[in-house]
């Protein structure tokens, strides 16, 4: 008789975004800053099926793009500064919000995949 292990129900949201294993919510699936791990250290789930493409790009893109141009829109109705005091905000903040953003939505992306069984198609 075979005993199938009982994982904890893992929190989608919580467990993407901090980079957990989405199946034991011990492990990791991501290295560095965006490498995704062969497999978890914890419960052997192979992640050969995360491939989240370009998909964190597209999402951080679009958000820091927003924030950015609200902080734009606001320093300069704001105080009216010279160009390159826009420059000297925006860049780093640009920056700063894409390297913080980027691994938390590409776990997200990840754990919505092994969720919802998303897989290539194959022909």
Sequence with gaps: MSEEHVYPPASLYVDGILGRCPRCREGHMLRGLLTVTPKCEVCGLDFSFAD????????????????????????????????????AILLPLSAILCLALLRPIKGLLIALQYFNKAEESRH
Excluded: C, K, N, S
């Excluded at 893109?61 to 950015?68: E, L, P, Q, R």
């Design 52 to 87: 989240a493409g370009d998909g964190p790009a597209i999402f951080v893109m679009t958000i820091v793009g927003f924030i950015a141009i609200a902080v734009l829109w606001y320093v300069e109705v704001a105080y009216q500064p010279p160009y390159w005091v826009h420059a």
